[in-house]
């Protein structure tokens, strides 16, 4: 790539990414925009905005960035938990790494491979002094002894970055405990999961669970809710919303739209018919639902597992811990998660069918992470230029503008890439919600490890070691050959990376400030519809997308760091604009929905890892190429010294994100006060896991207002 | 190999095996050869000789025979145990699975060997109708639909054995806990082990953990006691003890002997002086150790450990599960083992210490197991015959007649390596002791491990895979050629390995019944001593020596099942004799030392594992090289079932062999009496686990009679 060539991306993207904050600075202040750019004030009741015209609603101001970087760490936890503290925390450690790594790279790599003079030693044909690879690595001489100030970056940034990791590691785990200790009694605590209870003939689930826990555990056991089997019940509850919404809206709309719309088609029946026959159906719908709902309870769908709960913390953590029975496929005991989290669609499956999921969803992952490829290069080449001209005749004089058809040629194919990498994070929470997990939280954390690797393979090691995809993978079965084949094929697109941060990283993450999609979505949904503010609520972070962005730029960074340092300045802009941007949502945006307490720090400590191992590996292989041997032996110390570092953290901190100690149960049971509040939780605690479907039926998911059963609402 | 070369071997061999046993039968019952053929008998007070002599002595009778043969389980459990009763388990698991084996071995594959002309078609130069390979597979034609035969007979033997590994796992962890269950109350069914306690400046390790343990585990909290470093007081109490040895020995040699002795020599000095020379140098070691054990328990050489006692063993087991500090690193639970079982040295050894031995066992045993040919191979090289002439060339003439020299040059290699291979489970158990076990049965058990795959990688793969050590490696980073190479080298070992089962199979085990060295050194010990009942003492079991054998002729009969089934026959009758002379040896010379109660099964479920996908990865090799590639790819579901299958059986089972559960620690709990027996058991429980240096000292191991302090002694 050109500097020239580089310098145009760059300032295309620039100019987007101001585009996009001037025209969010300018839109979130319009009150008809809220429900994008403020749901969370929206639906805390919050949004400052009045209905009144004024004309600084129109000027861009940028009070919100100062706003976004000025918020601390305290606001953040308590309005938005300790998983947004710990996504925030990845982009601080991360631009703390690319602050140093940017000092070393610029000042000293730099300069050391511009003076280098071996790429116009080796005169390639099409070598310009304009090109970018000077300011690479493989300007340096082969065998020179400025390669050594290489080595000492790697080192130093290696030590750097272990530091920090194990200081984080450290923070984030104390702040897990002080999450924890500073809480709130929650049911969660007091309750654990069992599974596959045994049943003897003529007793219910229920009966073995009373009977166990008050045989083993007398002293500590409160109460259990049984699991039922509701898949039916969910599919019928279902219909009757969606008909109740019909229904609603029917009610609401002026009378006039309504008989144009059945004069217009003439087969349908006049307003009063229409309502009536929807009354009449959903009042079936529900005295169906009623008796499946007693069936349910009573004649026993009852799953062979229990939510017990405990009277103490402590007694729920002894529980979870001591295999239960003397045999382990009976009473599995498991951690519950929080009311609103557990994911029931899951406990309908029997063990087995749960057991071939597991295996099938990993084999799915797999070959989707391997072959995603060979499809998108298949659909990019339906999409060229002759396809089009032949599917879309229309377009042909239109095509064959130049500019036009360079575009087309130019962006289809990435437009195309992109498309199917959107759907990845909602298709690895699709794969994760069928592996079995039992709550929301957990799919979440389980797709956030998916769609990282798969990032990882995708985009990195996909453009790296371009071939097809059976040729990539077999470098993992010459374990000897890869620092070799990584020194060659991972300095060759350095540009390609610089590109993709400024594209990528920039222009992505501003799109994201100006939420393109849902801003579409709404304007469409106002077009369209009228009613707009029914069953409106804030977004959940998507963690399972952002995170393994936010890593992936941290890897790209971490093996380039001494490969090409010109990359640094682009991805220091990147988290930078990252920091502002989602501490801005996690202001506006976003509502926290499920707490893991930071369960999501591990994932980044092993992907850094990974990214150091890798920046070895590749050291390694330079190093040889370099005709450096004896720099390239001293490196070997240290991916073992990283990996005992990694072992040391696995084995110190670890255990604290899996669960917390005696002490800390103790501490926090002894400090309950014996009073009538907590009474009253445990009182809550009994009910606190019945499946909602189970529960008379809501037909909205505010609690409050509109918690009414329908026929009320339908005889009123 | 030839069929007559074959019987040769197996005659010698079969005369080797009469010739021990009626040996045996003689000698076993001379009253002088009871502490090598029934030291526990004797050990226990129990050896029904006479010192009358009768003439049936000199008559070789199979009693013994019949008795070991009949000996029952319930007998074989109260005696020695349940370890005994898993070793022998694993005789009659090989013994039923090899009878299948050798039904459908020797009656189905062997005439369908036998019936093909593959060999003779091809003709090779070297082939006589004599050949042992018209018994093997490489005799069925290539692309034969004969060979479909072997096709089921592995798919019927793998089911077969899956289904018996499935019971025996069943059977062992239901004996596990019944053995458990019906156990007396025993201090370590009450205890843990504490490590890495935290002090602070001021106080003690003990007060540490009092305060702990009474914080945090008020209710079921016992006692503790604080592990010292007594490294220092182990030498002097050795130095003691051989120096009280070498005192009552010379009191009690009879005086003419000594002065010849002193005369002899002339430096030394008479018998009084000698002695009292003695006793000064005595009372002084005493006077020093007893001034160290203060020392030690005063002044503090406390480890940073503790073995904690609880009143029950279910609030022992929790404190075991429950990760007990906000630090895992802190106060890091254990099961503590059998109090006569704790490996006392360890404790000595600091944290960091223990970890970098761990590492360097780690890579001293890959480094054994992996490159431990080379040695032989050149020592092998230094011993031949030339060699030989010129280091002794006294033996020059006897040397140049041809039987000699051919029995030097063939048996002499085998030797070595045989005496090379004899040291290596001593070896294995070193390396484990340093790796940081806080027992000897957890020294065993990771020797037995440690043993087995050192077998199988240099007898089974060392020998299939002939080449160097590297070349051999080498298989294993090409996983794709694993099945093709194996295919080509394993057959064309058959025959060797048939007389492996029979030299060292028959042989060998007769030489364990025989017990050659024991006798050995029993005659030297009495032709230079005379005080031979001193410290005797029946010897335990050498479970990580035997386990690995037995294992690995199982290992062999399961991959040569069908290549070449006239492995069965032999091997049955190797199984035979190893359940008549194991079962004897259990009666009538070990002893029970430490009981791990069952958690041998694990070590060899996996073995039996790894040797059925090894079969299958062979079968797909030979099938493919048979040119049936229908049949190669229909084994492919087999390996996944059998890992499918251990998969099941790691989670139904293995967690039986690591802990027992609640269920089982409440009903012992309840089961135990509240009277004066068990207070007495809880006041001994309190010191139960103090090292026994800082006991006072006891010159002899037998703890009754000769229990009195030295000094009493000296001064009688």
């Known amino acids: 790539m050109l500097v020239s060539a580089l310098l145009t991306s760059v300032g295309i993207n620039f100019g987007l990414c101001v585009l996009f904050w001037t025209l969010y600075s300018c839109l979130r202040k319009q009150p008809a925009n809220y429900n994008v750019y403020a749901p969370r004030l929206l639906s805390e009741g919050r949004s400052e905005g009045s209905g009144t015209f004024r004309l600084e ?146 007793t219910s689930v229920s009966n073995s669970v009373e009977r166990f826990f008050k045989e083993y555990h007398p002293t500590t056991y409160l109460s259990h809710v049984v699991v039922y089997r509701t898949n039916k019940l969910r599919y ?87 295999q239960q029975s003397d045999n382990p496929t009976q009473w599995v005991t498991e951690q519950a998660p929080e009311p609103h989290d557990v994911y029931w669609p899951l406990f309908s499956e029997s063990f087995m069918r749960r057991w071939i999921s597991q295996l099938v969803v990993l084999v799915a992952c797999i070959l989707l992470t391997a072959l995603f490829l060979i499809p998108v290069v298949f659909v990019q080449g339906l999409a060229n230029l002759s396809q089009l001209e032949v599917w879309l005749p229309f377009l042909k004089n239109i095509l064959s503008i130049a500019f036009v058809s360079q575009v ?76 070799a084949r990584l020194a060659v094929a991972v300095p060759a697109q350095a540009s390609f990376f610089i590109a993709y941060v400024v594209t990528s990283g920039w222009t992505s993450t501003s799109t994201e400030l100006f939420r393109l999609l849902p801003l579409i979505c709404s304007l469409i949904r106002k077009l369209f519809t009228e009613n707009t503010d029914d069953e409106f609520k804030a977004p959940s972070f998507p963690y399972h997308g952002a995170i393994p962005r936010v890593l992936f730029f941290g890897l790209l960074g971490i093996t380039y760091f001494f490969l090409a340092p010109l990359i640094l300045p682009f991805l220091l802009v990147y988290f930078c604009l990252a920091y502002a941007i989602y501490s801005n949502q996690f202001i506006n945006v976003y509502a926290p929905k499920y707490e893991t307490a930071g369960k999501f720090w591990p994932i980044v400590h092993n992907s850094v890892i990974f990214s150091l191992l890798l920046m070895h590996a590749i050291a390694v292989g330079i190093f040889t190429l370099k005709r450096l041997p004896l720099a390239s032996s001293l490196i070997f110390p240290l991916p073992i010294l990283t990996l005992i570092f990694n072992a040391y953290c696995r084995k110190r901190f670890l255990p604290i994100f899996k669960a917390y100690s005696a002490e800390t149960f103790i501490k926090k049971d002894r400090e309950d006060p014996n009073d009538a509040m907590t009474a009253e939780f445990f009182d809550k605690l009994a009910t606190a896991y019945r499946d909602p479907v189970l529960l008379p039926v809501q037909y909205s998911s505010d609690s409050g207002s509109q918690n009414r059963p329908l026929l009320s609402l339908v005889e009123d």
Chains 1, 2 share one sequence.
């Not at 065998?143 to 000492?152: N, V």
């Not at 019909?246 to 307003?271: M, N, T, V």
């Not at 009042?283 to 939510?307: K, P, T």
Request: aromatic letters at 12%.
């Open 236 to 322: 019928l509850i279902n219909d009757t919303k969606k008909l109740y919404k019909s229904l609603i809206h029917l009610r609401k709309e002026p009378a006039a739209a309504k008989f144009q719309c059945s004069g217009f088609f003439g087969l349908f029946k006049g307003k009063g018919d229409l309502v009536d026959h929807y009354e009449k159906k959903l009042e079936n719908l529900e005295e169906n639902l009623r008796l499946e709902q007693s069936d349910v309870s009573l004649a026993g769908e009852e799953v062979r597992a229990a939510f017990v709960s405990f009277k103490s913390r402590y007694g729920a953590a002894v529980a979870l811990h001591m």
């Open 57 to 202: 609603r129109l000027l861009p101001s940028p009070g919100w960035v100062r706003r976004a970087w000025k918020s601390s760490e305290e606001e953040l936890l308590s309005s938005s938990g300790l998983d947004a503290v710990v996504f925030m925390r990845i982009i601080t450690f991360s631009l703390r790494v690319f602050t140093l790594a940017g000092v070393i790279g610029v000042f000293i790599l730099l300069p050391v491979n511009f003076s280098g003079d071996q790429l116009q030693d080796v005169n390639f044909a099409n070598l310009t002094s304009d090109s970018l690879d000077i300011f690479t690595i493989s300007n340096v001489k082969n065998g020179s002894k400025r390669l050594w100030a290489h080595f000492c970056a790697i080192y130093v940034l290696t030590i750097f970055v272990c530091f920090l990791l194990y200081n984080e590691y450290k923070y984030v785990s104390s702040k897990r405990i002080s999450y924890f200790l500073s809480s709130k009694p929650q049911p969660h605590q007091f309750t654990i999961l069992v599974r596959s209870v045994p049943v003897s003939a003529g």
């Open 408 to 483: 087309v040629t130019g962006y289809l194919p990435n437009l195309i890439l992109q498309l199917f990498l959107m759907m990845i994070p909602p298709i690895m929470k699709f794969l994760s919600s069928v592996q079995g997990h039992i709550s929301n939280s957990e799919n979440i954390k389980s797709a956030c490890n998916k769609v990282l690797w798969f990032t990882i393979w995708n985009i990195y090691f996909a453009n790296v070691l371009s071939g097809s995809a059976f040729a990539q993978i077999s470098i993992f079965f010459e374990p000897k050959n890869i620092p």
